[in-house]
């Protein structure tokens, strides 16, 4: 959620003297090897497993940024040490391949975000990022709760160990200039889309006989646009473009659905929308153009960064589309915010949970509370999303989540068996 109150930082929030800049400058160009956390946080997280609950975790992903200015460093501690106080407990540890992974206890959440988004804004007014985060959110910052993410954060870890130097050189493509992403929007007004438009369905788990389609979350392959029609540069590596380029891209979605939606007749839809979309003419005259037996049929999938950053606006957006018949799906969460926000209080109707295996080895107290937190909403549907294997089904089913998404169920309802079945040999070849 941002809290910042409309203010944006000028790049000159964080001062730095010339002589810090000199003295970062000079340790990073000297010719002994510099010193690394990694081993240091290595030690801490296992001695420390056992005492994990409220501990959270910020990653600040500086090896993505272009330019390895070591002053970065030294804006995240400077920014950082505004929240020292603050803390119950909180541990910094810069790591070998750059990043900054920070530990604490006892800080809101709205504040940690004020200080990511300052830290973020900072940096990003002066390099970009060469691509996606880990976690594939075009952000440079990344915060999460400890318990849930405990072996993937320890595997990252060792993993930089093995690397030499502690760095990995991988080909990237250059982040997309204002001048090229111009001549990408105007190829966009002359191209026909469809053959980018996708659809998967959302499954229920609950019908008795047939698998009951809930909805089909229609969709633009950016990949496959991207090497189609700018295939020299990153359409995703520069945030604030690609976030543009979205908002530009969710009205051509609009002026093409407009134009033919009779492949969904009798299905209900997904489509992913900024908020902004949603209040702009485009919108309306989608909506004006929406077919009779499509309204009260469409949901509106919001990611939840865009939810949180704008929640003035989402909560605009939400009365528009009560009134209007839209339903409202909140995508990209994790059991973090599941167990931390009220999406009822939100009016969502259905929220979004992105799988990873890191669910399977949550501690078990963790597992419970996130079970109840699920358990409690009566009003908003869960959904776990990019489901791949069995296992991620078989886990939505334990967790009390009714509605699944991904490859593996795209993979078995392909095979003509319905996925509660697919569910049913999966536990009986684990008996």
Same mark, same amino acid.
């Given at each position: 959620?941002?809290?910042? %109150?409309? &203010?944006? *930082? @000028?790049?000159?929030? =964080?001062?730095?003297?010339?002589?810090?800049?000199? /003295?970062?400058? !000079?340790?990073?160009?000297?010719?002994?090897?510099?010193?690394?956390?990694?081993?240091?946080?290595?030690?801490?997280?296992?001695?420390?497993?056992?005492?994990?609950?409220?501990?959270?975790?910020?990653?600040?992903?500086?090896?993505?940024? %272009?330019? &390895?200015? *070591? @002053?970065?460093?030294? =804006?995240?501690?400077?920014?950082?040490?505004?929240? /020292?106080?603050? !803390?119950?407990?909180?541990?910094?540890?810069?790591?070998?391949?750059?990043?900054?992974?920070?530990?604490?206890?006892?800080?809101?959440?709205?504040?940690?975000?004020?200080?990511?988004?300052?830290?973020?804004?900072?940096?990003?007014?002066?390099?970009?990022?060469?691509?996606?985060?880990?976690?594939?959110?075009?952000?440079?910052?990344?915060?999460?709760?400890?318990?849930?993410?405990?072996?993937?954060?320890?595997?990252?870890?060792?993993?930089?160990?093995?690397?030499?130097?502690?760095?990995?050189?991988?080909?990237?493509?250059?982040?997309?200039?204002?001048?090229?992403?111009?001549?990408?929007?105007?190829?966009?007004?002359?191209?026909?889309?469809?053959?980018?438009?996708?659809?998967?369905?959302?499954?229920?788990?609950?019908?008795?006989?047939?698998?009951?389609?809930?909805?089909?979350?229609?969709?633009?392959?950016?990949?496959?646009?991207?090497?189609?029609?700018?295939?020299?540069?990153?359409?995703?590596?520069?945030?604030?473009?690609?976030?543009?380029?979205?908002?530009?891209?969710?009205?051509?979605?609009?002026?093409?659905?407009?134009?033919?939606?009779?492949?969904?007749?009798?299905?209900?839809?997904?489509?992913?929308?900024?908020?902004?979309?949603?209040?702009?003419?485009?919108?309306?005259?989608?909506?004006?153009?929406?077919?009779?037996?499509?309204?009260?049929?469409?949901?509106?999938?919001?990611?939840?960064?865009?939810?949180?950053?704008?929640?003035?606006?989402?909560?605009?957006?939400?009365?528009?589309?009560?009134?209007?018949?839209?339903?409202?799906?909140?995508?990209?969460?994790?059991?973090?915010?599941?167990?931390?926000?009220?999406?009822?209080?939100?009016?969502?109707?259905?929220?979004?949970?992105?799988?990873?295996?890191?669910?399977?080895?949550?501690?078990?107290?963790?597992?419970?509370?996130?079970?109840?937190?699920?358990?409690?909403?009566?009003?908003?549907?869960?959904?776990?999303?990019?489901?791949?294997?069995?296992?991620?089904?078989?886990?939505?089913?334990?967790?009390?989540?009714?509605?699944?998404?991904?490859?593996?169920?795209?993979?078995?309802?392909?095979?003509?068996?319905?996925?509660?079945?697919?569910?049913?040999?999966?536990?009986?070849?684990?008996?």
């Amino acid at each position: 959620m941002n809290t910042m %109150r409309g &203010k944006v *930082p @000028g790049r000159d929030r =964080v001062r730095l003297s010339t002589m810090e800049k000199q /003295a970062a400058a !000079a340790a990073a160009a000297a010719d002994k090897k510099p010193e690394f956390d990694n081993d240091k946080l290595l030690n801490f997280l296992r001695s420390a497993k056992n005492e994990l609950q409220g501990m959270r975790l910020i990653h600040l992903h500086l090896s993505l940024l %272009r330019d &390895k200015d *070591p @002053g970065y460093q030294l =804006v995240v501690r400077t920014v950082l040490s505004e929240l /020292a106080n603050k !803390a119950s407990f909180m541990q910094i540890y810069t790591m070998s391949n750059a990043d900054v992974i920070v530990l604490y206890k006892g800080i809101k959440l709205a504040s940690i975000t004020e200080v990511c988004q300052k830290i973020e804004m900072v940096i990003l007014a002066k390099t970009v990022l060469t691509g996606v985060n880990p976690y594939r959110e075009n952000s440079l910052y990344s915060i999460m709760e400890l318990s849930l993410n405990f072996i993937n954060v320890i595997r990252f870890v060792e993993d930089l160990g093995r690397e030499k130097g502690g760095e990995t050189t991988t080909e990237t493509k250059p982040p997309i200039t204002l001048e090229e992403l111009g001549k990408l929007e105007r190829s966009m007004a002359m191209f026909d889309l469809s053959p980018f438009l996708f659809n998967q369905p959302i499954v229920n788990l609950s019908g008795e006989n047939v698998d009951e389609m809930e909805y089909f979350e229609l969709y633009i392959s950016i990949k496959l646009l991207q090497e189609r029609l700018c295939p020299d540069y990153d359409i995703t590596a520069n945030r604030w473009l690609f976030n543009y380029f979205t908002a530009n891209l969710d009205q051509s979605v609009l002026r093409a659905l407009n134009h033919g939606m009779t492949f969904m007749r009798g299905r209900r839809i997904g489509i992913n929308v900024n908020l902004p979309t949603v209040i702009s003419t485009g919108f309306i005259k989608f909506d004006e153009r929406l077919p009779i037996d499509f309204r009260g049929n469409v949901v509106l999938e919001v990611n939840k960064s865009d939810l949180f950053e704008n929640l003035p606006l989402f909560n605009e957006v939400s009365e528009f589309a009560k009134d209007k018949k839209y339903q409202i799906s909140v995508d990209g969460l994790n059991p973090f915010w599941v167990m931390n926000f009220d999406l009822e209080y939100l009016q969502c109707d259905y929220a979004k949970i992105f799988w990873s295996t890191d669910m399977l080895t949550m501690d078990d107290n963790f597992r419970q509370y996130f079970f109840e937190r699920i358990g409690e909403q009566d009003r908003c549907r869960f959904v776990l999303s990019r489901c791949d294997t069995v296992s991620s089904l078989v886990f939505a089913q334990k967790a009390g989540i009714q509605l699944v998404q991904g490859r593996a169920v795209d993979n078995i309802l392909r095979k003509g068996v319905t996925v509660r079945e697919a569910i049913r040999a999966a536990k009986g070849m684990d008996h």
